[in-house]
C-alpha cells in the first residue's frame, strides 16, 4: 500500500501525503480494502488550519514506528472536515455520545462498515495524566478487535443506532401545516441572550469565545425592524446596544488584525485578548456582512457606524488580498501557526514586540510613533521589549489614535511581509464562497465601495462555470477544477443567498435565474416523504461508511455551527424567492422550516441564529422594491437609497422599463416616468404605492413600510 492523498483537492489532505502512514481519502474503496483484509479503520479528521492536528500530524504520523503500526493493523483514512462536513458531522456526534467533548483532530477507529466504536481527539506521543498515547490506543484496538470482536460489534451496533434515532428526528416535515412564527418567540430570544452576555468583557458566555454571527444578524434585523416606543421599541433598543456591545468587543480586541484586517477563529481567553490565529473565510465571510448591515443601520453609541465601516473596510480589503484566489472565488483558511524566529509558533505572523514596533515605525521630526503604538497597544517595555503580543487596544481608539494606526498601517504591514505568512487552504467550498459573495454585494453599498462587486462577481461566476453543471452542484474546487462530493444542503442555499444578493445590488438577471436553479434542484432532490435532509434524499449521503455509520438514516443538522444551518439558508433564500417572484409553493416550504423555530431556539438562541434572522424577515415583509429605468444616475440614486433601507424583509430588484411579462416577475408591466427617467415601485404585503422618482420619496416610502 501507498499514502493516495497526493493531488487531493484539500489542502489538509496534501498536506499528509508525504507521512509514511498509508493514508486513503473517506470513500467506499478504503472501506472495502479494510473488509477484504478484515482490520478496522481508524479515521482521523481535521482541516487545515488546526493547530493541534498539525501537534499530532507531527508526533506521530511523521513517526515511522507508528505508521508501521497503523500500516500493518488498520486502514487509515484521511478526512477534511470542510470537505466532508457530512462524515465530520456523524463522527463527531458518535465522539460526543460516548462522553467524550469533542473537537479536532478527531480520531475514530471504526468496522469495516464504518460504524464507529472507539472515539477520541489529540493522543499524545506519550502518556499523560488522563490521557493515553497514541501507541497505547492503537495496540488496545487491536487487542479488543482481536480478542473481544463480538463486543466492538455490539457497540458499534448500539451506536449506530442511537445516532441514527438522534439524525432521524431532526429531519424537518415540510408537508405545511407548521404555525406561524410569533414575534413573542423572537422577544424572548432577545431577553435570553441578554441573560447570556458577559456583562465585562462582551460577546456570550465563557471562554473560548467565538463570533456569534448569525445572532448578531438576528439582533441587528430585530433592532431595525421593531417600530419605536412601546414594548417591541424598548426591546429593540436592547437588541441594538446588545449588538453593538458584542460588535464593539471583537473589532476592538486581538480577534480583530487591526493592520490587515479579518478576524481570527475564536479568543482562548474571556476577553478577547487571545486569539486562536486561524482565520477561516466562513468566519470573515459572515462578519463582514453583519458590519455592513450595522452601518446601514447607522450604528449605536456603542458601536459607532464609522468605526465599523473602518472595519469592514479592512476586512473586505483582507479577504480579497489574503484569500482571493486567481480564477475567482476565495481559500477556505490561513493556518493558525507561522514561523518566527526558526520555529513554528501560533500567531507568530500577527505578534510583535515593543522593540520591532519601534524599529519598524521611527516616526518623523522626532515624533517615537513606534513607542506611541507600543503604548496604545499594551506592549511592555525595559526587560520585556521582546515580549511578544497582539496588537489590540482593548477599548475604543481616539481620533489621535486612529490617525496614528492609519498612517502607521503602511509601514508595519511592509515590515511584516518579510515573516513567512501562515500557510493558505485554497480550496473553495461552494456553500462558504456564496455567503462571500452575499458579503461583498451588500459591503459595496453600504460601504460605497462599488469595486468590491468585482470579487462578489468572480467569485459568484468561479461558482457558477466550476462548482455548477447546470444540474448538480460540486462542493469543493482546486485550481479551477471541481472535485470530490455534490454540495449539500448548505452549499446550494448558500449559493442562492449570495446569488439573490448579487443580483439586488447589480440587476443582473443571471444571477437571480441562477439562484432559482438551484432551489429547483433543492426542493426536488433533497425533499423525500416530505422530509427535509442535509444531503441529496434519493443517494442518501454519498458514502457507504456515513450511512452506516448512523444505522441508514438520513440527516439534517438543523442547528447553527460555524457557519448558518443549510436549512436555515434555505429558509431565507426561499423566502427571498418567494417575493421576487409571488411563489407560494416557497413561501409555505419556508414557512414549514420556520415552523421548526420554536424546537430549535428552546435549546439556546444561539443554536437558532440565522433562524431566526429569518424569522425577523418573514414577519418584518415581503417589502419589495422594484427600481425601473434607463441606466443612469437618477436609477443609481433610486438603487443606492433602496440598498440603505436596513429593512430585514427587503428585496429589491432594478431593470430598463418591462412593458410585458419579465424574468423576475416582480419587475413585470413596470414602466418608467413620462420623462424617460427611472421610478421606484414600492410594495408590502401584497399591495403596493404610487411610484416615487426621487431617493427622499423613496426613503419616506421605505420608512412607513411600504
Request: proline letters at 6%; one cysteine or more.
Given at each position: 500500500?501507498?499514502?493516495r ?10 498536506q ?71 462524515v ?10 460516548l462522553g ?27 502518556p ?9 490506543v ?39 401545516g ?44 430585530y ?10 421599541g ?11 456591545r ?41 462578519l463582514?456582512r ?8 447607522d ?29 475567482g ?9 507561522s514561523?518566527?524566529?526558526g ?33 496604545l ?17 482593548g ?80 462542493r469543493?474546487?482546486h485550481?479551477?477544477?471541481g ?38 434542484v ?17 443517494e442518501?449521503l ?24 443549510g ?13 421576487y417572484?409571488g ?80 424574468r ?18 414600492v ?24
Amino acid at each position: 500500500m501507498t499514502n493516495r492523498l497526493v493531488g487531493q483537492a484539500s489542502a489538509y489532505l496534501r498536506q499528509h501525503a508525504d507521512n509514511p502512514v498509508d493514508w486513503q481519502p473517506y470513500g467506499d474503496d478504503a472501506f472495502a480494502e479494510a473488509a477484504r483484509r478484515d482490520v478496522p479503520v481508524f479515521v482521523s479528521i481535521g482541516y487545515a488550519a488546526c493547530h493541534w492536528c498539525h501537534v499530532m500530524a507531527h508526533e506521530s504520523f511523521e513517526d515511522a514506528g507508528t505508521a508501521r503500526e497503523l500500516n500493518a493493523r488498520f486502514v487509515s483514512v484521511k478526512v477534511d472536515r470542510e470537505e466532508r462536513p457530512d462524515v465530520d458531522s456523524v463522527y463527531m456526534a458518535a465522539c460526543q455520545s460516548l462522553g467524550e467533548q469533542g473537537g479536532w483532530p478527531l480520531s475514530i477507529f471504526a468496522l469495516p462498515d464504518g460504524r464507529a466504536f472507539y472515539v477520541g481527539t489529540y493522543f499524545p506521543p506519550r502518556p499523560q495524566p488522563g490521557r493515553p498515547s497514541f501507541r497505547q490506543v492503537l495496540d488496545a484496538v487491536w487487542d479488543a478487535w482481536t480478542e473481544r470482536r463480538e463486543g466492538i460489534e455490539r457497540q458499534a451496533a448500539a451506536l449506530a443506532e442511537r445516532l441514527g434515532g438522534v439524525f432521524s428526528s431532526q429531519l424537518l416535515d415540510l408537508g405545511g401545516g407548521a404555525a406561524p412564527v410569533e414575534a413573542k418567540l423572537l422577544t424572548e430570544a432577545v431577553s435570553a441572550l441578554v441573560r447570556k452576555e458577559d456583562p465585562e468583557h462582551g460577546g456570550f458566555g465563557r471562554a473560548p469565545k467565538f463570533p456569534p454571527s448569525p445572532v448578531l444578524e438576528f439582533l441587528i434585523r430585530y433592532a431595525a425592524a421593531a417600530p419605536a416606543g412601546g414594548q417591541e421599541g424598548d426591546t429593540a433598543a436592547v437588541a441594538r446596544g446588545l449588538a453593538g456591545r458584542t460588535l464593539a468587543a471583537m473589532c476592538r480586541s486581538a480577534l480583530f488584525d487591526v493592520l490587515g484586517g479579518g478576524f481570527a477563529r475564536y479568543s482562548v481567553t474571556g476577553d478577547w485578548s487571545l486569539p486562536h490565529y486561524e482565520k477561516m473565510l466562513y468566519d470573515n465571510a459572515q462578519l463582514l456582512r453583519v458590519l455592513a448591515h450595522w452601518v446601514r443601520l447607522d450604528g449605536s453609541a456603542e458601536f459607532p457606524a464609522d468605526e465599523a465601516r473602518a472595519a469592514a473596510s479592512l476586512t473586505a480589503d483582507w479577504m480579497i488580498r489574503e484569500l482571493g484566489l486567481p480564477e475567482g472565488g476565495f481559500a477556505s483558511s490561513l493556518d493558525a501557526d507561522s514561523e518566527r524566529e526558526g520555529r513554528s509558533v501560533e500567531g507568530g505572523y500577527y505578534v510583535w514586540t515593543r522593540a520591532e514596533l519601534e524599529a519598524a515605525v521611527p516616526g518623523a521630526e522626532g515624533a517615537d510613533d513606534g513607542a506611541r503604538l507600543a503604548s496604545l497597544f499594551g506592549l511592555p517595555g525595559a526587560q520585556h521589549a521582546e515580549a511578544a503580543a497582539p496588537l489590540h487596544a482593548g477599548r475604543r481608539i481616539e481620533a489621535a489614535e486612529r490617525e496614528l494606526v492609519d498612517r502607521s498601517r503602511g509601514a508595519l504591514l511592509a515590515e511584516r511581509a518579510h515573516r513567512t505568512p501562515p500557510g493558505r487552504d485554497d480550496k473553495a467550498v461552494a456553500g462558504w464562497n456564496g455567503l462571500a459573495v452575499a458579503a461583498m454585494a451588500d459591503a459595496a453599498w453600504a460601504l460605497d465601495r462599488p469595486e468590491l462587486l468585482d470579487a462578489a462577481r468572480a467569485a459568484a461566476e468561479l461558482l457558477r462555470a466550476v462548482h455548477w453543471d447546470g444540474e448538480r452542484l460540486v462542493r469543493v474546487s482546486h485550481a479551477g477544477r471541481g472535485a470530490g462530493i455534490e454540495g449539500l444542503l448548505a452549499d446550494y442555499a448558500g449559493c442562492a443567498e449570495g446569488a439573490f444578493a448579487l443580483y439586488a445590488a447589480t440587476g443582473e438577471e443571471r444571477w437571480y435565474s441562477w439562484a432559482e436553479e438551484l432551489l429547483a434542484v433543492v426542493t426536488e432532490r433533497f425533499v423525500a416523504d416530505g422530509l427535509l435532509s442535509d444531503g441529496p434524499a434519493a443517494e442518501g449521503l454519498t458514502t457507504a461508511g456515513v450511512r452506516a455509520a448512523m444505522a441508514g438514516a438520513r440527516a439534517l443538522d438543523p442547528y447553527d455551527a460555524e457557519a448558518p444551518s443549510g436549512a436555515s439558508l434555505l429558509a431565507g433564500a426561499l423566502l427571498a424567492h418567494a417575493a421576487y417572484s409571488g411563489s407560494a409553493e416557497h413561501r409555505e416550504l419556508a414557512a414549514s422550516i420556520l415552523g421548526g423555530l420554536p424546537r430549535l431556539a428552546a435549546h439556546g438562541p444561539r443554536a437558532a441564529g440565522w433562524l431566526l434572522a429569518v424569522a425577523q424577515a418573514s414577519l418584518a415583509g415581503p417589502l419589495e422594491v422594484a427600481i425601473v429605468g434607463t441606466p443612469g444616475e437618477r436609477r443609481r440614486r433610486l438603487l443606492a437609497e433602496a440598498l440603505a433601507s436596513a429593512s430585514p424583509g427587503l428585496v429589491v430588484a432594478v431593470s430598463a422599463p418591462v412593458a410585458g411579462e419579465a424574468r423576475v416577475p416582480l419587475l413585470a408591466f413596470r414602466g418608467a416616468a413620462d420623462d424617460g427617467g427611472a421610478l421606484a415601485y414600492v410594495c408590502r404585503d401584497f399591495a403596493c404605492r404610487l411610484p416615487v422618482g426621487t431617493p427622499e420619496e423613496l426613503r419616506t416610502q421605505l420608512a412607513a413600510g411600504g
